[in-house]
């Protein structure tokens, strides 16, 4: 579902199914093409465990490899899903810091963010564990700018949004706000 968001592709346009051919260093059960179109693009799976340790690559969990053949997708009809305008008026900048617990996702995020009907547009511009955290905290700062179709956005508009917003975030994240 993320590489269809990433390559801006409608449903039904991607597939995966069982690598007809793996590469050697992947875990021949874990092996999948990637196909765009009906065309082969690419294939994914987890690395094969004395490759990872070959490389000396040191990590608790799965490593997944993903090759994709840039020339066959970049050739692939583009397909633009929505119009932005371009703003006429000034836009208005907020960041907002979230202290999540430490196994929430960055899907969960995102999904949180792009479910929003708030008018603004979103960057995640840095996550920080450490102290004054707790072992099972991070925090996320998340900047946003805001922009009205027909004219600038008053304070009192955005911190509505941003209200909003930070309420998402504790209600479906169970996130505490940083002033």
């Not at 000034?90 to 963010?113: G, K």
């Amino acid at each position: 579902e993320r590489l269809k968001t990433v390559l801006h592709l409608q449903d039904g346009q991607i597939a995966t199914h069982t690598a007809t051919q793996p590469f050697t260093f992947l875990q021949a059960n874990t092996a999948l093409d990637i196909a765009v179109s009906g065309q082969t693009i690419g294939q994914m799976g987890h690395l094969r465990a004395d490759i990872i340790q070959n490389a000396k690559i040191r990590s608790a969990h799965t490593v997944v490899f993903l090759a994709v053949d840039l020339d066959i997708l970049l050739a692939l009809p583009k397909i633009h899903h929505s119009y932005r305008p371009e703003w006429q008026f000034p836009s208005v900048e907020r960041d907002m810091t979230v202290v999540l617990p430490e196994d929430t996702t960055a899907h969960a995020v995102l999904d949180l963010l792009s479910a929003t009907d708030i008018r603004q547009e979103w960057e995640i511009t840095g996550i920080y564990r450490g102290q004054p955290l707790d072992r099972d905290q991070k925090s996320i700062t998340v900047h946003f700018t805001y922009n009205g179709l027909n004219r600038t956005l008053s304070d009192e508009e955005v911190a509505a949004d941003q209200k909003q917003l930070a309420h998402l975030f504790r209600q479906k994240l169970s996130a505490h706000i940083t002033e």
